[in-house]
């Protein structure tokens, strides 16, 4: 997301699902005779199809236990890649370890590697602390590569100047008002690398999240946003940083039929559920 298209107003978006169910009787196995009578044939045929299933739950576990101890071997980028493997799937490489300044960081060296990073930064980019002051420095000069630090911490102060803090609600410290909380929640759907090299790298993180204030007069509702951001990563300082980034819409799902929650539902939510350190 480029700094001029942070998305504090005027959020749109929505999660869909859809649910297929064969008719009720569909299959049922009644004969011509209008009853449930079963043959001896049918009698063999159920037997094969238990024994079927049983075979095929083996199977499955036994694929699951061998899947389980590749993956817990942790390590490099390339042994997390199987064949055949869902490319949306978790491929086994272990979450990095610590924080600095409040923001995963250590990341492997490897695409595995590159894409964890990307996805922590997209969550701390796009997050409530980023219109805070004083946590903008640590989260500028934690997830960039020094060379760019003194230059975004400028445009950030003028992106996020005093006028756009108070046409979201929020003071001069990044603060909502008593009785309202900001919600700016950004959640990683999946990751993808455009560009690999050893000390480079462009990642896409495509996300959703809840954005807006929450609160009984509040001009500025919490809704969700669906948007894919781009990062190109420098391996900088032991670590992958990032040199510049940009964002755009979608892909967006249809929006989904659920009941929207009351303000003081969403910033309970905000407060007690935590984030997640994100791994690829």
């Known amino acids: 997301m480029s700094l001029d298209d942070e998305r504090n107003d005027g959020l749109y978006g929505g999660s869909g699902e859809t649910r297929t169910r064969l008719p009720e009787g569909e299959g049922g196995g009644q004969d011509g005779y209008g009853g449930g009578r079963r043959s001896g044939r049918s009698s063999s045929r159920s037997l094969v199809t238990v024994v079927g299933v049983v075979v095929v739950l083996i199977a499955a576990i036994a694929f699951a236990n061998r899947g389980g101890e590749g993956s817990s071997s942790g390590g490099g980028g390339g042994d997390g890649k199987k064949a055949g493997a869902d490319p949306t799937a978790a491929t086994g490489e272990q979450p990095v370890d610590g924080k600095t300044a409040g923001i995963p960081s250590g990341f492997a060296k490897s695409e595995q590697g590159v894409q964890s990073a990307a996805s922590n930064y997209a969550v701390a980019l796009v997050s409530a602390d980023i219109l805070k002051p004083a946590r903008r420095t640590q989260i500028v000069r934690q997830i960039f590569v020094p060379d760019k630090v003194d230059e975004l911490e400028q445009q950030f102060s003028k992106t996020y100047s005093k006028e756009f803090l108070t046409k979201v609600g929020l003071d001069a410290n990044g603060n909502s008002a008593p009785g309202e909380t900001y919600v700016s929640r950004t959640l990683p759907v999946g990751t993808k690398t455009t560009a690999y090299a050893d000390s480079s790298a462009?990642?896409?993180?495509?996300c959703t999240g809840a954005f807006g204030t929450a609160g009984q007069k509040t001009t500025n509702p919490v809704s969700n946003d669906w948007f894919t951001m781009t990062f190109k990563l420098r391996w900088s300082g032991g670590d992958w940083k990032v040199e510049r980034y940009?964002?755009?819409?979608?892909?967006?799902?249809?929006?989904?039929?659920?009941?929207?929650s009351t303000a003081d539902e969403i910033a309970k939510a905000v407060q007690e559920y935590g984030g997640f350190t994100y791994a690829r």
């Open 202 to 206: 462009t990642v896409q993180v495509w």
């Open 246 to 260: 940009s964002s755009k819409d979608g892909p967006s799902p249809v929006n989904g039929d659920n009941k929207v």
